[in-house]
């Protein structure tokens, strides 16, 4: 991967609004990796650190599948826990979230009307439950980050409606990351789908910059204006995680200082993948199928 090639005739990563070519193209010393550092603190990662991060995604998605058969009703958010932080362990890697500003757990499980950041616990899974589950290892230094919103027995139409809704709105702003493109193109790509299906955009929670750390920049709304933001250069990796609510997007956050729900009640569905920025449109480092959540 060559970190220092974009298009001539994209806009300047440097944010002047000129075509690259008519402004940074000819500077001396110009490079976007150090642009991109000094400007907006992002780390465009080197093909050695995707290389690493992929390796922790190759991890996660076998944690995440195994999470996904052992998903039915009766079971409890900490045997999801257990299950997450033994696995983890065993393939070499930690668990992110345990400790991270003092979160108790090792994954975070949200259950229904929870938005994200539930707290693994004594709470029995119910048939027709939706229950997300966000999965970030950290192997050999790098993390890789992703979610899924699964049903657990038989859905209901509401919970099938919200997690279909939630899995199109990561594909549109999966579709919308290529070379050129802004973080603006990716909010809006999201919101609009999801405002025009009925339902509303969490305002409170973003993707991020991820790889070297848990949370790094930039913060990736799901929510913006074509054009807008950033433009997205090659070696970017970051989240797309849109938290779809079926009713209002506001957000309560209950007295454990961790859990997120929403204030109206309503159910509310996620789903994340780590992305990387291509020379000619992006790779998921987290890859998986999100059509067989989606009702067409
Ligand atoms: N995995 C979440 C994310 O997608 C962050 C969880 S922070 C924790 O960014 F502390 F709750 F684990
Ligand atoms: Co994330
Ligand atoms: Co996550």
Redesign the pocket.
Known sequence: MNLGKIGRNTRCPCGSGKKYKHCCLGKRGFSLAEEYWQRYRIILKTAEQVAGIIESGKVLKEIMDGVEKIIAPGITTDDINDFVHEQTIKAGAIP??LN??G?PKSV?TSVNDVI??GIPGNQVLQDGDIVNV?I?PILKGYYA?A?KTFFVGTPTPAGEKIVSVAARCLQLGIEAVTPGATLGDIGFAIQNFAEAEGCSVVRE?VG?GVGLD??EAPQVSHTGRSGQGIVLVPGMVF?I?PMINLGKKEVKILDDG?TAVTKDGSLSAQF?QTLLVTENGSSSLTPFDLNRFIIS
Do not use: G, K, L
């Open positions: 992110a979230p991270y500003h979160f975070c994200c950041h966000d970030t980050d979610n929670f991020h848990f949370h989240t995680e961790w994340e």
